[in-house]
């Protein structure tokens, strides 16, 4: 018996074992942190206290902080036991298929104030566990605050949704080639530093390190070395582009992303969408600093990143008020920044608390955070004026009721009237996207004219023609093609898919020459249902050109099963319904209830009549839907494009008690129930 328990826990200790684990990989360009560091002493001392240099690192005595201690976790499915056994730090856990592992780590993942383990899994995958250890409080914790996960799910700590070389790798190493084989859902993933190093940000630095070297040699010290190739970090808006590319929640469009290119080249950012932020548009979802940042007047004004935060520590230049306080302040500095008022700030006579205590810092009613795993607290940079009668309108938090909740909204705006006098607001976007968000009578016009109005943020008016494509795509304005930021350029064109074939042609044509890659991409997606005659023959090329590079940004994401669905519908719109049906099919497999690729492929199978098929499909998915209304209403059209319209009925009478007031619902089981009246024998 003994024997036999011995063999399941080796059978058991197998897979992670023999997992490819991600190492680090050969950069011809690149050179080893160290090289850096030796001729940077300052820089090095700063980064050498900051997260980026503790983003990840290899799993020994000196970087867990975690108790291995033979620590046991949590209770039934969501147990987990933490101990050592030799120089290797395991954890044993329920794995997908719902059998105990027991799974060295080999890295920790961040510092403070949380560190998570990762663990290897077959396929060269990394798992961030979902047990965290709370860096303050010292002790373990889920990340699922909701309760337990199920093996299984993607949510799960062997999940699709904690794999770190799809969700994390690239923003904690340094030179990331996630290296996915789409065919087989494996990876073969490299770095150059396991950490975000100094050419995460500079640039890969050989040429300057190696110049340096021989100026050094030759005792020529007069002589400046090569510079790293980033040039991008000395520019605020540049600057603030580059941070975004780990600081924003963005999708990526290239495989491997080089320091200092533009933004929109390899990624894009998401807009102010239902889910990510409030209506206002403050932080909801983790949506890290960027996209909040961009509706700033500070990022407007030209303030970057490095005036607050110190670039090699990660941390703030100065503590408390004393941070903004050293531009506002009654002598403000305006060669810089000619639109500081002179003022006090920092004086009750502002922000009308005790001194010291609490909302007396400009943080506390300008900056508010919110905890994003559990446990990590996020401050939104939008820094905007406390607005509780706004939030009143819109439905979205505020400073001043985050503390004074049983005060609130209204009691809230009557206090800052009382402290400094009846203002009087122009209207906020945030109203307009909150009224377009209820489906208010009338939101279209109000949505055309944020995306028409130039003195906006950008990522404000992106986010309008986003929603007004929704409501109504006629109303979009041209003139969004034409915009300087490409945030709007981008939003724009994929707006304009859903126009006539000849206005298309007509006003994305010119985007195929964007000098941007997400503008182009997406506009050679919205023209890729029309035959290649109708583009000029001098566009031609270009269309197949940009669309080459939209399904090599698929391919750069093709484990997040969107991406499947994208080539998905890029091959239904050129006529090719095998490679649909095979993209629908992976992405179901990566995602079971992922309910659009499940409808898509259903739809499609019901075309190429093939309706027990397509049947199967959808009661597949009913048990794990997020949206089951909208599986029983496509069951109610299948079975009635089949005439089985009692079946259809049940169907559609349960989408009408999931989906209450849907239109398409009820005039699909209002017209089938008058024709069972109809023909019900008498």
């Known amino acids: 018996m003994r024997l036999a328990a011995l063999l399941l826990a080796l059978v058991l200790m197998v897979p992670a074992a023999f997992a490819a684990v991600p190492q680090a990989g050969a950069r011809p360009d690149h050179v080893a942190d160290r090289d850096c560091l030796a001729c940077h002493p300052d820089q090095a001392g700063a980064w050498a206290e900051s997260k980026h240099r503790h983003a990840m690192q290899p799993a020994t005595a000196q970087t867990v902080l975690g108790d291995f201690g033979d620590v046991r976790f949590g209770e039934g499915a969501a147990a987990a036991r ?35 383990v990762l663990l290897p899994q077959e396929g060269g995958r990394l798992q961030a566990f979902t047990i965290a250890w709370d860096t303050t409080r010292k002790t373990w914790f889920s990340l699922h ?51 975000v190093g100094c050419q995460a940000c500079h640039g890969a630095g050989r040429a300057h390190a190696e110049s340096a070297g021989r100026l050094a040699a030759t005792g020529a010290r007069a002589q400046r070395p090569v510079p790293t190739p980033n040039r991008a970090l000395a520019g605020a808006h540049a600057q603030v582009d580059q941070c975004a590319a780990c600081h924003a929640r963005r999708t990526r469009l290239v495989e491997d992303a080089v320091a200092g290119a533009p933004l929109f080249d390899q990624f894009v950012p998401d807009n102010l969408r239902p889910g990510l932020y409030h209506a206002d548009g403050q932080q909801l979802d983790e949506v890290f600093e960027y996209g909040s940042y961009r509706q700033s007047r500070m990022y407007q004004a030209g303030v970057a990143c490095t ?41 009750p006579a502002h922000h009308f608390h005790r001194g ?32 509780p009668d706004l939030s009143a309108r819109t439905g979205a938090p505020d400073a001043c009721t985050g503390c004074h909740a049983e005060r609130g909204a209204e009691w809230a705006a009557g206090a800052i009237e009382r402290h400094h006098g009846k203002r009087t607001h122009p209207p906020h976007y945030g109203e307009r996207l909150a009224a377009a968000r209820a489906g208010t009578p009338g939101a279209a016009a109000g949505l055309a004219a944020l995306a028409g109005d130039a003195a906006l ?56 020459a964007d000098p941007l890659r997400a503008v182009r991409i997406t506009a050679a997606r919205a023209l890729a249902d029309l035959p290649v005659a109708a583009l000029a023959p001098t566009l031609q090329d270009r269309q197949r050109a940009a669309l080459a590079e939209f399904v090599a940004a ?39 209830a992922l309910d659009a690729a499940r409808l898509g492929l259903a ?43 009692e079946e259809a009925a049940r169907e559609l009478r349960a989408a009408d008690a999931l989906l209450p007031g849907h239109a398409r619902v009820r005039r699909n089981l209002d017209a089938v129930e008058r024709y069972l009246e109809r023909t019900r024998p008498r």
Request: charged share 25%.
């Open 82 to 116: 933490f101990f050592r056994r030799g120089g290797d730090f395991v954890v044993a856990a329920q794995g997908a298929d719902g059998r105990t592992q027991e799974l060295a780590a080999s890295h920790v993942f961040g510092i403070r104030p949380l560190q998570q």
């Open 145 to 195: 605050t909701d309760g337990p996960v199920p093996p299984g799910d993607n949510l799960h700590w062997s999940g699709r949704y904690q794999n770190w070389n799809l969700m994390c790798g690239e923003c904690h190493t340094t030179a990331y080639r996630k290296g996915y084989d789409d065919e087989h859902d494996r990876y073969a993933t490299t770095w150059a530093e396991p950490n």
């Open 307 to 347: 005036d607050c935060h110190d670039p090699h520590r990660g941390r703030l230049r100065a503590d408390g008020n004393a941070l903004c306080t050293a531009c506002h302040n009654p002598t403000p500095d305006r060669g810089r920044f000619p639109g500081l008022q002179p003022k006090d700030y920092d004086a």
């Open 356 to 387: 010291g205590g609490a909302g007396s810092q400009c943080v506390d009613c300008h900056m508010p955070s919110r905890n994003y795993m559990v446990v990590h607290p996020r401050r939104d940079h939008a820094i905007r004026i406390p607005r």
């Open 457 to 512: 943020p950008a990522i404000v008016r992106a986010s309008a023609i986003e929603q007004l494509a929704q409501l109504d795509p006629g109303a979009l304005p041209a003139a969004a093609l034409r915009d300087p930021d490409p945030a709007v350029r981008t939003s724009a064109a994929a707006a304009f898919a859903l126009r006539p074939a000849e206005e298309r042609v007509a006003q994305l044509s010119p985007l195929l």
């Open 554 to 592: 698929q391919q750069a994401m093709a484990d997040m099963p969107s991406a499947q669905l994208n080539l998905a519908g890029l091959a239904l719109a050129q006529g090719d319904a095998p490679a649909a049906e095979q993209r629908l099919r992976r992405a179901l497999q990566r995602e079971p």
């Open 603 to 645: 739809t499609l199978l019901a075309q190429t009549r093939r309706e027990d098929e397509a049947e199967r499909v959808l009661r597949d998915g009913l048990a794990r839907a997020a949206s089951p209304g909208e599986l029983h209403l496509a069951l109610g059209l299948l079975a009635g494009q089949r005439q089985r319209w």
